[in-house]
Structure formats: structure tokens, C-alpha cells
């Protein structure tokens, strides 16, 4: 079996502040030890469970986090951003087994991380798939399900955690970080990888038909920006209607269209 991480740093353990998830800053270091550390006790995990192969993708802002080094045998890295439309989904296909999501975090619109946001915290004041406010979490294994993988584990904060077994009750969840405010409450970190191995420890494969998320019929997309010239510049992107002066609309029965105009208005 094969495994596919997606992995992201403002829902693990005691991140708080954008300078502890931002390379220019000192704080930074420190959470990418952190972060390769988590990722790497769930791929440990997920081995001990029979799954032969890890494919991890780094997530997170220069896709360049995850120290290397941390990473156990029969992993795979892929890192920095490879230009198409997965986004933090990059190298994922057909023939995984099992999407686990790891240092995932609260959606733009929503409480539960001080860092909440979904893509871009600087651009996005809330992503909606089909009337629900949509998280990294949702976008993800809706992108997951496009290709038939099960989603079978999340860790990050409690409300994205609380968020993911509402869409897949099946599924693993580690809540690792509770936010209040801009601030958060985490376990020791040495508590924090013992909740990891024993949660990672309750996988059956016998549930993995049971954490496949299937996708709708059809996207009704709202996307509303924080400042009113990206939801013009989106306004030009075929298919994109304008709803008010911030907000865009889109509408596709194609998952992986919406991926593509997702990636085109973020980038411009
Ligand atoms: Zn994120």
C-alpha cells in the first residue's frame, strides 16, 4: 500500500504566530524541526500498518519546510511547487491507498487557529464549495476523491479535526492544538507523538471503502477576496462571474476545473 501526506504547518502543535510559519523569521526554525517531526512519526506509523511506501508532500507557503533529514526510510519528499493544479495535492494519482493530512488547520471564516485561512491568508476572506465555507481540509479530499484514494487520517487543530469527521466519520483524528483567540493550548510534544502512533495505530485497512469521500454532482464555487481588484482581475477567467465588487462565482461539474481556476486566480 501506498501513502500520500499533504502536509502544512499552522495546525501542528503550539504554532500561534505567522512568525513561527515565515522563513524570513527567527521563530521559524525551530517549527520546521517540529513539522518534520510530526510528518515524520505519522509516515513511521502508517509503515508500522503496512503501508510500504510514503509519498509526502510539502505544503506550506515555499513548499520547503520539512528538514529532510528527519524523514525515515522508504519516504519520498516532494518539495517547493510544481506549477499545476494539485497545489498542496502535487504527486498524488490513482494508485495511492490513502491520503493523510497533517498539520492542517481552521478555514478563512472560521475560529479554531489563530492562523486560520485557507490558501492565502493575505487574499482570501472565504473560499465556499456549494454554500459550505470550504478549509484546506475539504479542498484537499475533495481532491482526493477525484482520484478514488480514501482520506484516512488529519492532524491539526480541533476544529478542522471536528470538521473532517463531520465529511468522513471513518476517519483517523488527531486533534493535537486547541485555539482560543490568537492563542493556542497544545500537549507536550513527546505526548503529541504518542497520541500520533497510538491514533495511527487504530488503522484497519478493512475501513478504507469507509473513508472514501465521494464528490458531488456538480461546484456551485463563491470566492470572496480581501480586496475588491483579485475578484476584477478573477472576473476574467472563463466561466467566472463577479457577485459583488469582492466576491467571484464559478460553477463547473469538473472537480479538476475548478482546480485549474482556482490555481490561475490565486496566482494572479
Ligand atoms: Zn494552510
Not at 510528518?39 to 510500504?52: H, N, S
Not at 475560529?111 to 493575505?122: D, E, F, I, M, R
Not at 510534544?189 to 456538480?218: G, N, S, W
Request: aromatic fraction near 12%.
Amino acid at each position: 500500500m501506498k501513502l500520500f501526506i499533504s502536509a502544512d504547518m499552522e495546525g501542528l502543535a503550539h504554532v500561534t504566530t505567522s512568525s513561527e510559519v515565515n522563513r524570513e523569521h527567527v521563530d521559524y526554525k525551530y517549527f520546521c524541526e517540529w513539522m518534520s517531526t510530526e510528518v515524520a512519526t505519522v509516515a513511521e506509523a502508517a509503515m508500522k500498518k503496512g503501508f510500504k511506501e510514503v509519498f509526502i508532500k510539502d505544503g506550506h507557503a515555499s513548499g520547503r519546510n520539512i528538514i529532510p533529514s528527519h524523514l525515515p526510510s522508504k519516504t519520498k519528499l516532494l518539495r517547493n511547487w510544481t506549477g499545476d493544479p494539485l497545489l498542496m495535492m502535487a504527486g498524488l494519482d490513482k494508485t495511492f491507498d490513502g491520503v493523510a493530512f497533517v498539520g492542517y488547520h481552521s478555514a478563512a471564516g472560521h475560529a479554531g487557529n489563530p492562523l486560520a485561512h485557507t490558501v492565502s491568508g493575505q487574499k482570501i476572506s472565504h473560499l465556499k464549495i456549494n454554500d459550505q465555507i470550504a478549509s484546506e481540509f475539504l479542498l484537499n479530499a475533495y481532491t482526493a476523491a477525484y482520484y478514488g484514494v480514501p482520506v484516512i487520517a488529519i492532524s491539526g487543530d480541533a476544529a478542522v479535526c471536528r470538521e473532517a469527521k463531520k465529511w468522513i466519520p471513518s476517519i483517523i483524528s488527531i486533534p493535537v492544538k486547541e485555539g482560543i483567540g490568537t492563542a493556542t493550548i497544545s500537549m507536550a510534544e513527546c505526548d503529541v507523538l504518542d497520541l500520533i502512533r497510538e491514533k495511527m495505530h487504530t488503522f484497519d485497512k478493512k475501513v478504507l471503502a469507509d473513508c472514501q469521500l465521494y464528490l458531488p454532482e456538480a461546484f456551485d464555487i463563491e470566492l470572496k477576496f480581501s480586496r475588491y481588484h483579485y475578484a476584477f482581475q478573477a472576473s476574467f477567467y472563463p466561466g467566472v462571474t463577479l457577485k459583488d465588487d469582492y466576491t467571484i462565482q464559478y460553477h463547473t461539474e469538473d472537480y479538476y476545473e475548478f482546480l485549474r481556476m482556482f490555481m490561475f486566480v490565486m496566482k494572479g
